[in-house]
């Protein structure tokens, strides 16, 4: 996944604003995204993107997402929310992906004919505590992730998302 700029600059700056109190760390102090919210953002990310790499301080930031009908706090919200809900899609096709390797290798030691059935049985054994721990960390909470209503209506807006916020997959 190759993320060129707006992706990091998103992370960065809710980051930011959140250690200084502007933005709320967790979801529950904020609504869930409605799919006017998310279209009114991707008209107004790429106008802000490019007024934000002249502006001068956070103030004038903020005046000019107020002057789009923005609560400043709710525009980083929906950034960060977007920017969750798609490396959560990425991540969720990377795990179909890692399940199926998991059933070649799993299938690859059961045929194998340099192995005894004890052997066969450890590595299958060591296999499986791989693979429940590489599930264990995806689904690790982080207090950003979208819900699955969020995750649907970003994943129907995906390309127009990656298309604004400059990510190639």
């Not at 059961?110 to 689904?139: N, T, V, Y």
Request: no cysteine; hydrophobic share 40%.
């Amino acid at each position: 996944m190759l993320y060129r700029r707006s992706l990091p600059a998103i992370a960065m700056l809710t980051l930011t604003l959140a250690l200084l109190g502007t933005v709320p760390l967790r979801a529950e102090q904020q609504e869930p995204l409605s799919a006017a919210e998310l279209d009114r953002f991707i008209g107004d990310w790429p106008g802000f993107v490019a007024w934000s790499e002249d502006a001068d301080d956070e103030a004038t930031s903020e005046r000019w997402l107020r002057d789009r009908g923005w609560q400043p706090e709710r525009f980083f919200y929906v950034a960060a929310r977007v920017s969750a809900g798609l490396v959560e899609l990425e991540a969720g096709g990377r795990g179909e992906q890692a399940d199926d390797g998991f059933e070649q290798q799993r299938a690859a030691i059961q045929q194998s004919p340099h192995l005894s059935a004890e052997q066969k049985e450890q590595l299958i054994e060591q296999l499986d505590r791989q693979r429940d721990g590489a599930a264990e960390s995806a689904m690790a909470p982080t207090g950003q992730q979208p819900s699955a209503a969020e995750l649907a209506l970003i994943e129907s807006r995906r390309d127009k998302l990656q298309q604004i916020l400059r990510i190639d997959y």
